[in-house]
């Protein structure tokens, strides 16, 4: 069976996100007169927050609050901050998913609003704290953004994320479909898998929710050092929780701490649920599993 026709990572990723959230953005076509972003402005531009603010759904204050907030190519930035301060919602909001309740969002100068969603997703690669495993072979499923990846070049990368001892137990390598029932998946090798993905996917800007939870010291720093490394050339956005990880970035955010009641705060597990528009259905899948562990 051929792998599915490749759409941009953000684009699927965020509609499985909608559908862990209940709700779908309205369909926003392209605006007329909007200006072209095109690969070659798109590859060198500088992605900024201005005076942000932004909310989630089910809260009527804002919670993030005058950000300002730049990312440009070979400039890796990262962000932290307590639970409940906002780190996640600055990621929805790059990725056009919650729209600013205050303030800016800029693509190279060009307010992001004259672009549409899906235009914007298309310049990022976004690796979530949560990930989805595609239930497809681990080669579909890291090739969704980077139709033309080579089995070298997966390997190659699968290994400087320190996942070679997991491939090489793998009877079928890169063919292996990864079901939860016949190939459990650690939280740990989820969230590689789910880096390597971005990773391959080249686009212009990384966004990286947490790519070191679930490891330990050692591999953590490996995979840090392997994500500068391959994002040399890009813009990149890590949320990073571990303070000790926070020095191998050049420029760090903090986002203080806005509390929040129980009621409020996002949930830990996002509920799940079909659509006709969620990257499972794209896949032809009838739904999407993750493990944890």
Not at 138 to 144: C, E, S
Request: glycine share 8%; hydrophobic share 40%.
């Amino acid at each position: 069976m051929p792998d599915p026709q490749p759409r941009p990572l953000a684009d699927l990723l965020a509609d499985d996100l909608a559908q862990r959230l209940g709700r779908q953005p309205a369909p926003q076509p392209r605006p007329a007169h909007a200006p072209e972003l095109g690969p070659e402005r798109a590859r060198t531009a500088t992605v900024a927050l201005r005076g942000a603010a932004a909310a989630y759904p089910n809260r009527p204050g804002p919670v993030l609050r005058d950000l300002d907030l730049e990312l440009a190519p070979g400039r890796p930035v990262a962000l932290a901050g307590p639970r409940g301060s906002g780190k996640t919602l600055v990621v929805l909001t790059l990725l056009r998913f919650l729209d600013l309740t205050a303030g800016n969002l800029s693509i190279d100068g060009t307010d992001a609003r004259a672009c549409s969603p899906g235009e914007v997703r298309a310049l990022l690669a976004w690796s979530p704290e949560q990930p989805t495993l595609f239930p497809t072979s681990l080669r579909a499923g890291l090739r969704v953004g980077a139709p033309h990846a080579t089995d070298r070049q997966i390997t190659d990368l699968l290994r400087q994320l320190r996942l070679g001892p997991w491939l090489d137990r793998l009877e079928q390598g890169l063919d292996t479909v990864l079901a939860p029932w016949d190939h459990p998946v650690s939280g740990g090798e989820l969230q590689r898998l789910s880096v390597a993905r971005a990773v391959l996917a080249d686009r212009p800007v990384l966004l990286l929710d947490e790519p070191t939870r679930h490891l330990d010291a050692a591999t953590a720093d490996a995979v840090l050092q392997a994500v500068l490394e391959r994002a040399a050339d890009r813009s990149l956005l890590c949320i990073i929780h571990r303070p000790e990880e926070l020095a191998a970035f050049p420029e760090v955010h903090h986002l203080d701490a806005d509390p929040l009641s129980a009621s409020d705060r996002p949930p830990d597990r996002w509920p799940r649920g079909p659509g006709p528009e969620s990257a499972a259905s794209w896949l032809g899948s009838p739904g999407l599993r993750g493990a944890r562990r």
